[in-house]
């Protein structure tokens, strides 16, 4: 018989062992998915294939970075497209600035420009992660609507920026002279490239799998539960949720950093309201609290948006509806159904 | 002149966004329901307006007819979608009316077609007022002006003076507890729904006719007003007011004054600023 407050708390039912068993096997299909799918594409005719099983994965990175928040901390955003902005910025401006021999001087230091994928990266990630702890320092302190409403404020603030930055392109964006360069790694091989994206998607899954199980992800998941009980017991909730939105910043600004290097290009777009949105909606279809399932609802988004948008340019018209209903009529999204969850949180 | 001129705009703009943000302040605070659509029905009731006007001539008549079919749309919104996802969490909240907002947004395009259209004013407003030499100002942004503020009165009149208005205040601060008391707390939402979306086609309309109609207008205003209840309070009517004033005047000031980068994130500045004083907003209604 199911316990009853495990349900309620979004905890498995009945049977635990089952439970495990059938989550392991749908994370075995979707990296086997992906490891073979290039081949498969080949195999199949369609190379194209290959490019959306890439794009799933890079929005996968973003969409599990939001699940971070959403699904274990309880801090709805409406902003995570920031730090993809952020991410994918600092690779473009860099790799501009190296291309057209600007220099920054401030005081007596010069700043390069470098395509280096081992200086760019960590730069764009440590930015966006700086970004995240600025935003979070001043979100966190609200919460509920103020706190959707604050974070869509500040990745507005950041496409806005972007959007001014004429230099760089403004409003029509920049395109990147190439991948970023990785040693003897030769990123603009597509192949090669799509590998590397697998690596890191598996990385941050690992990561971050392990981390919601952890000492840290458990306050975590109890501050989403009951945050006040959790500073009665004495934690200092508003750190943990920091930390957490600071990780979850830096993945995102991870995948701005594979949004540049596999679409050569970056615009304000990647920034916008409609991207938060897109992150979120990935979520909700595939399941927020399961980390796999924000992958496996990018993968139902990109797909949809590929098959109604040959039909019709008014997609849009048709998908809204279905979200609707996917929405009303679910419980917690795909990955929800497929564990057999009987509940969610927020 | 110039800043009498850019404050008279400001203010203009801010009233504009105090209509839309009227109505979307009271549903968010009776209902605790977040609607991204609300700009859906800005821009419908633009769309409507410049329709009728095709056909009946009138830019009066063009306007109550855009903000009663609108409000009869919002109503079955209402009635059909909104109405299951009071008792949800505002993450599905923002997702379904996402999904509305893309819905909206497509079906204006089937119907209107993608290119913008124009809504024409009567000559009496078209022409502008000469305050003195060298300084005239149309007068159409003059009667936005006097429609927000007619409105404004009149919300704070039917807010704080009348049975319904008390209706109102009770339920946003205790829902529950109206309820309780044998009030059909979704009856009285579905006509203050009506009502807000009726004030937003009014806002489309008015604005239309001085930016233009088309698809996606609704889109970038949201955002703003969503800004301007959160900075006034969730719930308040004086403070979607004040942050109306407040957002409008800064972000017209912003484009003549400062530098374009940060013209155009004064807005969110002014907002990040205000949180960070006041977490709940100006003038706080409930957390």
């Given at each position: 018989m199911a316990d009853p407050v495990a349900t309620e708390a979004g905890i498995e039912p009945a049977s635990p062992i089952a439970g495990i068993v059938r989550r392991r096997l749908i994370h075995v299909g979707v990296f086997v998915v992906l490891l073979v799918g290039p081949f498969a594409a080949r195999l199949l005719g369609q190379p194209f294939y290959a490019d959306v099983l890439m794009r799933i994965m890079v929005y996968g990175i973003a969409a599990m970075s939001l699940d971070l928040i959403?699904?274990?901390?309880?801090?709805?955003?409406?902003?995570?497209?920031a730090f993809l902005g952020i991410g994918g910025y600092v690779t473009g401006i860099l790799d501009y600035n190296l291309h057209n021999g600007i220099v920054w001087t401030v005081g007596p230091v010069h700043f390069v420009g470098s395509s280096a994928a081992l200086v760019v990266w960590p730069l764009a990630i440590a930015l966006s992660a700086l970004g995240a702890l600025v935003i979070g320092a001043i979100s966190l302190r609200t919460r509920g609507v103020f706190l959707i409403m604050i974070t869509l404020a500040f990745a507005q603030m950041f496409y806005y920026v972007f959007l001014s930055l004429d230099a760089y392109g403004g409003q029509d964006g920049l395109e990147l002279s190439g991948r970023s360069a990785m040693?003897?790694?030769?990123?603009?091989n597509d192949l090669v490239f799509y590998y590397l994206v697998f690596v890191l998607f598996a990385a941050v899954f690992v990561f971050l799998s392990r981390l919601v199980n952890s000492r840290f992800g458990m306050v975590v998941k109890g501050c989403m539960q009951n945050e006040k009980r959790m500073q009665t017991l004495g934690f200092e909730t508003y750190r943990y949720k920091l930390t957490c939105f600071v990780i979850s910043g830096a993945i995102a600004g991870l995948a701005g950093i594979l949004f540049a290097n596999m679409n050569m290009f970056i615009s304000p777009g990647i920034t916008s309201f409609e991207r938060s949105g897109d992150l979120l909606i990935m979520g909700i279809l595939g399941g927020f609290?399961?980390?796999i399932g924000p992958v496996i609802g990018a993968a139902i988004y990109l797909v949809l948006q590929l098959v109604l948008g040959s039909y019709t340019t008014h997609w849009q018209a048709i998908f809204g509806p279905i979200l609707i209903v996917i929405v009303l009529?679910?419980?917690?999204?795909i990955a929800g159904r497929l564990y057999g969850r009987q509940g969610r949180k927020w | 002149m110039l800043i009498v001129e850019q404050s008279l705009n400001g203010v203009e703009f801010g009233l504009t966004l105090f209509l839309l943000a009227a109505g979307l302040t009271l549903v968010l605070g009776i209902m605790r329901f977040i609607n991204l659509a609300h700009g859906s029905f800005y821009m419908i009731g633009a769309f409507i307006a410049a329709t009728t006007q095709t056909i009946v001539h009138s830019y009066l008549l063009s306007l109550v007819v855009a903000c009663l079919m609108t409000a009869a749309v919002g109503l079955l919104t209402e009635r059909i979608v909104?109405?299951?996802?009071?008792?949800?969490g505002p993450l599905d909240q923002v997702i379904v009316t996402y999904g509305i907002v893309m819905f909206f947004n497509e079906m204006v395009r089937i119907i209107f077609g993608n290119l913008p259209l124009s809504i024409s004013l009567p000559n009496i407003m078209a022409n502008s007022v000469q305050f003195s030499a060298g300084f005239s100002y149309p007068i159409f942004r003059l009667v936005i002006s006097g429609v927000g503020v007619a409105v404004a009165f009149g919300l704070y009149f039917l807010v704080n003076r009348t049975r319904a208005g008390m209706l109102i205040r009770a339920g946003a601060s205790d829902r529950s507890m109206i309820q309780a008391l044998g009030i059909r707390i979704n009856l009285l939402f579905a006509l203050v729904f009506a009502f807000g979306v009726g004030l937003a086609a009014v806002a489309g309309a008015l604005a239309g006719a001085l930016y233009g109609v088309q698809v996606g207008m609704g889109d970038n205003i949201l955002i703003l007003t969503l800004m301007v209840i959160v900075i006034g309070g969730i719930g308040s009517i004086e403070g979607a007011f004040v942050g109306a004033l407040l957002v409008g005047v800064v972000d017209t000031f912003g484009q003549v004054m400062l530098p374009p980068t940060l013209a155009s994130i004064s807005v969110y500045i002014l907002m990040a600023v205000v949180l960070f004083w006041r977490p709940r907003g100006l003038f706080p209604v409930y957390g």
């Open positions: 959403v699904g274990y901390a309880g801090i709805i955003s409406l902003g995570q497209a040693g003897p790694i030769p990123l603009n609290g399961t980390l009529s679910g419980r917690g999204g | 909104f109405r299951t996802l009071y008792e949800r």
